[in-house]
């Protein structure tokens, strides 16, 4: 199909509503590591059961983020921001500068999933 036809047949707006952005598909690998990383801890024994919840949820809103749905980018907002409170916490009272780090790169996961065109594509 050429790309004028193309243009014609699908109504406006609706080829940049359905795309899934880059950067959209970054944050969901990453929910998906630490959904991972968090899985092996309580196989191993270094974290408790309960993190099995939360690496549910991670699962959960990365599927979501994915398949552009607005609960899914819920979920990945609210574990963004989540994530950035933890590592100041963690850097400031247990000292531990490598937690800046993570607070550095869920802000910018953070500042990302705020911006306009990724919120007007999620349904």
């Given at each position: 199909?050429?790309?004028?036809?193309?243009?014609?047949?699908?109504?406006?707006?609706?080829?940049?509503?359905?795309?899934?952005?880059?950067?959209?598909?970054?944050?969901a690998?990453?929910?998906?590591?630490?959904?991972?990383?968090?899985?092996?801890?309580?196989?191993?024994h270094?974290?408790?059961?309960?993190v099995?919840?939360?690496?549910?949820?991670l699962a959960a809103?990365?599927?979501?983020?994915?398949?552009?749905?607005?609960?899914?980018?819920?979920?990945?907002?609210?574990?963004?921001?989540?994530?950035?409170?933890?590592?100041v916490?963690?850097?400031?009272?247990?000292?531990?500068?490598?937690?800046?780090?993570?607070?550095?790169?869920?802000?910018?996961?953070?500042?990302?999933?705020?911006?306009?065109?990724?919120?007007?594509?999620?349904?």
């Amino acid at each position: 199909m050429s790309e004028p036809t193309r243009k014609m047949s699908q109504p406006a707006g609706e080829a940049t509503r359905l795309e899934l952005l880059p950067g959209m598909a970054v944050v969901a690998l990453w929910m998906l590591v630490v959904c991972g990383i968090g899985l092996f801890g309580v196989i191993a024994h270094h974290f408790p059961a309960v993190v099995t919840v939360v690496c549910a949820l991670l699962a959960a809103g990365a599927q979501g983020l994915l398949k552009r749905r607005r609960w899914g980018w819920a979920i990945a907002l609210a574990t963004a921001f989540l994530s950035v409170c933890y590592g100041v916490w963690a850097g400031l009272y247990f000292h531990q500068p490598p937690a800046l780090v993570l607070v550095m790169v869920n802000l910018v996961f953070f500042l990302y999933l705020v911006r306009p065109e990724v919120i007007e594509r999620v349904a």
